[in-house]
């Protein structure tokens, strides 16, 4: 089945560092979403990806659609406390179901 | 994006028996699902829930272990039966799909936390 490697697993950063995770598949993707799991809550859509190539933003948060269509990153400038969670990738082929990237879970020292 | 509940928010049941969990959208969407989240894992999906007919089940998840019920488009149940302690997870209700909402693009509910002793 479709497989999904997501790095790193853990990132600890200092406050207003830029991070960046990233994603990589063994499968062609048509889609890549990001979310973001607050502890408690289930996960929060950040940012969805339709195209390779496609560079999106929103707010402080940049993700891009890989060239070759088997991967993802998604960068946050400027980190503050409140970036606190684990972001997890999700992509899937044409009808198929959401295949989830084991998360990175990112830590912000004020 | 869609609004969803889901209820209960967190539960702590003796193994053996069976939890019924709740999940409704304030909006008409096509598609729902149900997910499982182990402590400290990735979300691993159960199954569709299908209206008006039997879910969609994926590999390792069976319909005796989890009966899923979608009487409407706003409205899904997944029950955990006969539970053990290895049932300890966060169950997940996530949508896909209706007026407002784009396909691809899936919104999950708050979750139910769910500890079997």
């Known amino acids: 089945g479709q497989q999904l490697n997501q790095s790193p697993q853990s990132m600890f950063i200092q406050e207003g560092e830029d991070v960046s995770m990233n994603c990589t598949s063994s499968?062609?993707?048509?889609?890549w979403l990001w979310y973001k799991q607050d502890p408690g809550e289930g996960p929060v859509l950040l940012i969805a990806l339709y195209k390779a190539g496609e560079l999106t933003s929103n707010g402080r948060l940049t993700a891009q659609f890989g060239i070759t269509r088997k991967d993802s990153f998604l960068n946050i400038s400027a980190s503050i406390p409140s970036d606190v969670g684990i972001y997890f990738c999700?992509?899937?082929?044409?009808?198929?179901?959401?295949?989830f990237g084991e998360g990175t879970q990112l830590t912000v020292n004020p | 994006s869609a609004v969803i509940s889901q209820k209960p928010s967190r539960d702590i049941c003796q193994r053996g028996t069976s939890l019924t969990i709740q999940c409704q959208v304030d909006s008409q969407v096509t598609m729902m699902f149900w997910y499982r989240q182990q402590p400290g894992q990735s979300l691993t999906l159960i199954a569709t829930a299908n209206q008006g007919s039997e879910a969609t089940y994926e590999s390792g998840f069976v319909i005796d272990k989890f009966p899923i019920s979608r009487p409407n488009l706003t409205f899904s149940t997944l029950t955990v039966s006969n539970m053990s302690p290895e049932d300890s997870s966060i169950y997940l209700c996530?949508?896909?799909?209706?007026?407002?909402?784009?396909?691809?693009?899936?919104?999950f509910g708050p979750g139910t936390r769910l500890t079997v002793l």
């Open positions: 996530s949508v896909e799909g209706g007026p407002g909402l784009l396909y691809n693009e899936q919104f």
């Open positions: 999700a992509g899937r082929t044409s009808g198929s179901r959401l295949t």
């Open positions: 499968s062609i993707f048509n889609t």
